[in-house]
């Protein structure tokens, strides 16, 4: 992989990696105040209305979202600045237009959603709160799909961050003024997308503006962005089902209080899902560039590089994160929450597999082929569904953790296998990498029964030194190199 890529592969995931765990920890705190400020029933019953909001914005952006990452650096790399523009416009309009129209028809429902689905009156007016939001979300996703597809991994992480930001730091100033109940976080979530998009509102328009241009498009590209769209809207609503319809399943079947602690059972565990969603962001627009001047070798140097350092650097975070649930929900959310250290555990191998799933349609989505992903989710979709009407009436909550996790692994598997259709990367290490976890978890286990003292400081020392020992052993094993550490840095630093 030669240095220009190397060094743009690493900034891009130095700039989004810090952003992505900056947001992710906001995003988490927001959960943990809400959580300290609302009853378990109030805080499943906001972020079941939450996931309807998600499942409804995943509509309203129809696909155009993935479309608008995937053609500007192809036109940029072309020299094509007035198709760039026109699609940029041209996409903002028709998801914008849609917003509109669910948000009308949410609004006409309201009141059945409240009574027959949700089952509390209060479902109502936080509805009401999330339906201006929908719209506004149609920017903020706007603001972030530019700044991809012309690879500014800083603002782009920028805008994500301050998302999350803007939510938990609105969350603590109500709550601190005294507001309460569930309606909190729907005034908040409502303020923070507000201030959000008029803080790059301006930015964005002065981005675009050297771009614009009175020439048409060519003949043939709306039915390019529309046949790009099409299979990614599908993939996006497959991963809603895949990431969230438990959430709403779970609303049906079984009390709100369990939704809390599910829901706050996801949030830590999705703390882990910022590796993948990084690597995956970052890639997916190198790739289109470089498939584009058909240099696959390059690409295969990186997959061989990052599925070896993928996984070396998630396997002890997940074992921590299994090991330690029960102390960790008490800790964060209460005593209440404990029951669901299970279905942590479940879905803490699950990000296992999720992680490298997202690599995988990194690379589908940058070679233009986002039908293969489709037919993925919409499998892994079909799976999860079924699975989860079949499994939490049985087994509530752990049902749901059970039947997410196989999913992930139906999703990694089958993209492997189609990311091999195209490209060939060696997979590397993988046996001294499962030793150097077989050993960081004895240590981490014999540790944590030797010791007895305060539970942080019990686990600060166990954690310390199990991925000290984890660490040295990945150096003596050669799955990380100094060689690769020094070229890492150089490339990060060098300048030009």
């Known amino acids: 992989m030669s240095s220009e890529y190397l060094r743009k592969g690493i900034r ?29 029933a ?35 790399a072309t020299r094509k600045r007035s198709q760039l523009y026109y699609t940029a416009r041209y996409t903002l309009v028709v998801r914008l237009v849609t917003a509109i129209i669910i948000s009308v028809v949410l609004a006409a429902i309201t ?47 920028l805008v994500t961050f301050l998302n999350k930001f803007l939510f938990w730091l609105a969350c603590l100033i109500l709550f601190s003024l005294g507001a309460t109940g569930v309606l909190v976080g729907g005034w908040a979530l409502l303020l923070s997308i507000v201030v959000l998009v008029l803080l ?22 709306l039915r390019r962005i529309n046949r790009f769209a099409f299979p990614s809207i599908l993939t996006a609503v497959s991963g809603f089902v895949i990431g969230q319809i438990d959430t709403l399943i779970l609303t049906a079947l079984v009390s709100l209080t369990l939704v809390g602690i599910y829901n706050g059972v996801l949030a ?10 990084t690597l995956a962001a970052v890639l997916f627009p190198m790739v289109s560039e470089l498939w584009a001047k058909k240099d696959k070798r390059r690409i295969s140097e990186g997959f061989t590089m990052l599925y070896r350092l993928a996984l070396f650097c998630i396997l002890p975070f997940a074992a921590t994160m299994a090991l330690y649930a029960d102390i960790i929900l008490r800790t964060l959310f209460g005593e209440e929450f404990v029951i669901g250290a299970l279905a942590m555990r479940i879905l803490s191998l699950g990000l296992i597999f999720l992680t490298f799933a997202q690599v995988n349609f990194s690379f589908l989505s940058g070679i233009g082929k986002p039908e293969r992903i489709t037919r993925i ?24 953790a059970i039947t997410t996790t196989l999913s992930y692994l139906l999703m990694f598997i089958i993209s492997y296998v189609d990311v091999r259709k195209d490209m060939r990367f060696t997979l590397e290490k993988i046996a001294p990498t499962l030793i150097s976890a077989a050993v ?15 539970v942080y400081l019990e686990i600060v020392i166990v954690l310390t030194a199990s991925l000290l020992a984890y660490a040295l052993l990945g150096f003596a094993f050669k799955i990380v190199t100094v060689g690769e550490v020094r070229r890492f840095s150089g490339a990060l630093l060098k300048r030009g």
């Open 12 to 40: 891009g995931t130095l700039f989004i990696g810090i952003f992505t765990i900056l947001g992710s920890l906001f995003g988490f705190l927001t959960r943990l105040v809400l959580a300290r400020n609302l009853t378990p």
């Open 42 to 76: 109030e805080f499943g019953l906001f972020y079941a209305v939450f996931a309807l909001f998600m499942l409804l914005s995943t509509l309203a952006d129809l696909g155009y979202g993935a479309a608008l990452v995937k053609f500007i650096p192809e036109f940029l």
């Open 111 to 157: 009141g059945w959603l409240a009574q027959h689905y949700f089952n509390d009156v209060l479902a109502r007016p936080l509805l009401y709160l999330f339906i201006p939001v929908i719209i506004l979300t149609v920017f903020f996703q706007f603001f972030v799909n530019v700044y991809f597809g012309f690879q500014d991994m800083f603002a782009a992480g």
């Open 200 to 221: 790059f509102t301006i930015p964005m328009l002065r981005k675009l503006k050297g771009f614009r241009t009175k020439k048409g498009p060519e003949h043939d590209l």
């Open 268 to 277: 830590t565990v999705h703390v882990l899902s910022f590796l993948g969603g």
């Open 377 to 400: 989710m919409i499998i892994a979709a079909v799976f999860n569904a079924v699975f989860n009407l079949a499994l939490i009436p049985l087994f509530g909550i752990k049902g749901a």
């Open 440 to 454: 960081f978890l004895v240590l981490f286990t014999l540790l944590k029964s030797w010791l007895s003292l305060n």
